[in-house]
């Protein structure tokens, strides 16, 4: 029993090693609707084999943990992305195609790809850092000088009017459209990019531009599985268990979403 069982999972470790799709494919336009079809199949997954996946969700919980830590925290989380991701996406795969799973899976994900996914990560931590840098420009310059005179005028008993905080209010307020607007392209870009590094062969920047065109192309779908998540992950973070349990089902419906509009 002890030897059909290692064979099994010597197969599973096997597949992993083995399988690619088509390279370079193209995203297709997918209804709305669908979006709920992928929670549902993400959650389908997860119910293939629960115990291991409760695993992998308390992995990916500590991630976002780290990420939730301002400065090299979360500066590291956005490099870890593609390659945790990545091992995401094959654990989906073995589960949805062999139903079962085993946590090592997610590791020999990873080691596919590694070298590319890594890349990837740098590419956007290196372009999270720039949109900070652009919302701290903004703000400096469109109104955080005005600002700092005026507490130096309160320094020296003078009072501040809030037509002194007005410029600062006002740079805020764009700093942080440009700052949503921003990180919205670059969620988009993303999105799909480890998938397609690991199971189609791109690299970093291929992936980032096919990654944006399947959003862009299918925004409403994506917004709609966007917004449900949201929905879910605010009803999971009530109890431990559920973060466990939502973690592995958002993960699994990303890659039937990537599944649904790429192959």
């Not at 943990?65 to 094959?90: I, R």
């Not at 600002?147 to 700093?175: C, E």
């Not at 700052?179 to 969620?187: A, D, I, K, Q, W």
């Amino acid at each position: 029993r002890h030897a059909s069982a290692d064979l099994g999972h010597q197969a599973l470790l096997s597949s992993v090693i083995l399988t690619t799709y088509v390279a370079h494919p193209e995203p297709r336009h997918i209804g709305a609707g669908r979006a709920f079809g992928w929670i549902g199949g993400g959650w389908e997954i997860f119910m293939r084999a629960p115990i291991p996946w409760l695993v992998v969700g308390g992995i990916g919980l500590v991630y976002l943990m780290l990420a939730s830590v301002p400065g090299p925290g979360s500066m590291l989380a956005t490099v870890m992305f593609p390659l945790l991701m990545a091992g995401l996406m094959e654990c989906s795969r073995v589960t949805k195609e062999h139903g079962a799973l085993g946590t090592d899976i997610l590791l020999a994900g990873i080691r596919k790809s590694s070298g590319n996914l890594l890349v990837a990560g740098v590419l956007l931590a290196v372009a999270s850092l720039v949109s900070f840098a652009v919302w701290g420009s903004i703000v400096l310059l469109g109104g955080g000088m005005s600002a700092f005179s005026a507490l130096q005028n309160a320094l020296n008993n003078d009072l501040i009017t809030l037509a002194d905080l007005a410029p600062l209010a006002k740079s805020l307020v764009l700093a942080l459209i440009v700052m949503l607007v921003f990180m919205t392209l670059l969620m988009m870009a993303a999105w799909f990019a480890p998938a397609l590094i690991l199971f189609d062969g791109m690299t970093p920047l291929a992936a980032f531009k096919k990654s944006f065109s399947a959003c862009l192309r299918n925004w409403l779908a994506m917004t709609v599985h966007g917004i449900v998540a949201f929905v879910l992950m605010a009803v999971a973070t009530l109890t431990v268990i559920g973060l466990l349990v939502a973690v592995p089902v958002l993960a699994a419906s990303v890659y039937l979403s990537y599944r649904d509009i790429f192959h």
